[in-house]
């Protein structure tokens, strides 16, 4: 089949319930894996919750009071433990990330969107100790700012981090936040207009959210790739993905040659 320079729009039916569910970012939960490990809510929630209340503080200094004073967090609540090596529950992954977050430096680390504080990629329950019952958990962020893998093993029982440690050249799968990005990313770049197209002779409408669209995928590594432009050879030093994207309930729209630099925030077509 010819391809355009232009992402085309290709219809396929879906084996078994395939595609059923194309909700939003559908079943681009890359962030929850196995049993104990969870990824983040959704950057556009958490974005929303944010606004909200600088517009609150905004709006209390236009009318001439003073604004809220500074509130320190309150330790994190243990709420339901597991027991040995049953998945992490709910509130332990929560109360980890809080706790994983406590060290000064992650202020001035970024995430994908280049917000204060890094990407959180993952949490899952930490291997036991050797004669130890105490249950851990190993919290995965990414530091955009210094592209830095960054994990820290937190005791659950204390509430300390035990260990952390920073690695670069080390790219986990992406998470559901860091491929909403990308899109993001794609949507605005002027190598996003084929996606667009195919988007409006599938459904006659314009594209002009991530929300109009399913998508999914994870790191582009080099090493799996017979040629590597210039732009992406710092790939595996840079986090770099690349998505499949479908119309919800609809046609493919193919988006395999479009590859999204998260660090360097460019888009590269190949092929």
Known sequence: MAVT???????????????????????????????????????????????????????AQAQGGAPPPATVAPAAAEGEKGVGSDPLTDDELARAETLALTPPGAAAQQNV??????????????????????????????????????????????????????????????????LREALELILASPLGKGVKEDYKDATGKELTSTAQLWFNGDLYRTYREANVPAQLTRCGEHRCVRLVTKVLNGAWIDTRDLIVDLSARTVTRVG
Request: proline share 6%; charged share 20%; no cysteine.
């Open 5 to 59: 320079g232009t992402a085309v729009a290709v219809a396929i039916s879906l084996p078994g319930s395939a595609g059923a569910d194309d909700t939003p970012g559908g079943r681009a939960a890359v962030g929850v894996g196995a049993a104990g490990t969870a990824g983040s809510a959704g950057a556009a929630g958490s974005t929303g919750q944010q606004g909200t209340h600088g517009t609150r503080g905004a709006d």
């Open 113 to 178: 969107e280049g917000g204060r504080g890094p990407q959180h990629l993952g949490t899952g329950l930490a291997d036991p100790l050797p004669g130890d019952g105490t249950r851990r958990a190993e919290v995965r962020f990414y530091d955009y700012g210094r592209d830095e893998l960054i994990t820290r093993t937190v005791n659950l029982t204390t509430g300390k981090v035990e260990k952390s440690g920073a690695q670069r050249g080390v790219q986990p799968s992406a998470h559901p936040e860091e």
